[in-house]
């Protein structure tokens, strides 16, 4: 995947600006900690707070991913494997729960990297200013 894609970020928790810093500060959405974040990137100083309660509307990002993600499994599990409604209903809900923190991280790397356009120039130059 190319690293100028706004994708890149998303999925491998980085920087939606330079591609480089870590957003998160734990690598893993299933450690202890999934949930704390850098308040600037590590490499080129963009923050990653651009308002209090910013967030907040990341839930309904999150949301979607559920939605998403029940909706596609039930068209493999239920329409095309012909399982039974009861069976998937009762695998559905640990799985939920299982993804809560990826679709937390997730949810909160797609609604910053909406804001934010990967630009290595403009983050080469914030780099610049930070480490000046
Ligand atoms: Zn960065």
Request: charged share 20%; hydrophobic share 45%; net charge positive.
């Amino acid at each position: 995947m190319s690293s100028s894609s706004r994708f890149y970020s998303i999925l491998f928790n980085k920087c939606p600006r330079c591609h480089e810093g870590d957003f998160f500060v734990t690598k893993s959405a299933f450690s202890r900690h999934f949930d704390e974040m850098h308040d600037h990137c590590p490499h080129c100083g963009e923050n990653f707070m651009p308002e209090p309660g910013f967030y907040w509307a990341s839930m309904f990002v999150s949301y979607a991913f559920f939605t998403i993600w029940s909706l596609l499994t039930f068209f493999v599990f239920v329409i095309w494997l012909k399982i039974d409604l009861d069976y998937f209903l009762i695998g559905l809900v640990p799985s939920i729960i299982l993804l809560t923190p990826y679709f937390f991280r997730v949810a909160r790397r797609t609604w910053l990297t909406i804001f934010i356009k990967p630009d290595p120039k403009r983050a080469q130059d914030l780099t610049r200013t930070v480490r000046s």
